[in-house]
């Protein structure tokens, strides 16, 4: 079974600063996607940055990138110029392909992300 | 485009009651997601409806949780007798179709519920 592991409950960050979330996940899948979603207070889950694990190249979105490291299972997103709205629980998570799970998500615990002015 | 849509957003019930709670996707999307987030945790995934089907109930308590999605659309989610583990936060999410990385999930607001 897959897993999906944030080592980092807790992180701060000075506003305007670069932050980096880990990731680490457990897989036998050659084939698979892996997304970083945002939760702020209320509750609301928000797709951040998504990764399909055939592609070498890491995806970025805006002030979101991340490093993809396939052969290491390791998954980070980095925010570059954090802002006061980026404060939010970060979950990590991963996705088989539909012949294999039907598309569920497995999440990570989260990381409490939480930026000073 | 309307978002998925929850109701209630907060719900407090005694243990041993019966609690439900309502879904309604984006329209188009043919796949329907239920997750139960407990506090300080990740969410997980309960139950997986195409269109009307079920595809993935493997963790739904069936001695006590039941869902249904009438018609390919709506769905309800219900705990019945609800325990006290049962309070935490009950999110839908849906997507176009399973198969592919553009199926993105789309997640409504959730809906708490507390178990006293």
């Known amino acids: 079974a897959q897993t999906v592991t944030q080592s980092q409950p807790e992180m701060s960050v000075q506003e305007a600063e670069t932050v980096t979330l880990s990731c680490t996940y457990d897989?036998?899948?050659?084939?698979?996607?892996l997304f970083w979603y945002k939760q702020p207070p209320s509750r609301q889950m928000i797709l951040v940055i998504r990764?399909?694990?055939?592609?070498?190249q890491n995806a970025t979105e805006n002030r979101f990138s991340v490093n993809f490291q396939k052969a290491a299972k390791s998954f980070s997103l980095k925010i570059s110029d954090s802002q006061l709205g980026d404060a939010a629980m970060y979950f990590c998570?991963?996705?088989?392909?539909?012949?294999?799970?039907?598309?569920?998500?497995?999440f990570g615990q989260g990381t409490e992300l939480s930026v000073k002015p | 485009e309307a978002g998925v849509a929850q109701s209630p957003r907060y719900k407090i019930i005694e243990k041993r009651q019966s609690v439900a709670f309502w879904c309604n996707p984006i329209s188009g999307h043919a796949t329907l997601y239920w997750y139960q987030q407990i506090l300080g945790q990740g969410p997980k995934l309960l139950i997986q409806?195409?269109?009307?089907?079920?595809?993935?109930d493997s963790q739904l308590p069936k001695d006590r949780f039941s869902a249904e999605r009438l018609k390919g659309v709506d769905s309800t989610l219900k705990i019945q007798p609800a325990k006290l583990e049962d309070s935490a936060v009950y999110l839908c999410a849906s997507s176009r179709t399973v198969g592919g990385l553009k199926e993105t999930q789309y997640f409504g607001p959730g809906t708490r519920l507390l178990v006293l």
């Open positions: 990764q399909e694990a055939y592609k070498q």
């Open positions: 998570a991963y996705r088989s392909p539909f012949y294999n799970q039907g598309g569920k998500l497995i």
């Open positions: 409806f195409q269109n009307n089907g079920v595809v993935d």
């Open positions: 897989t036998s899948e050659s084939d698979y996607y």
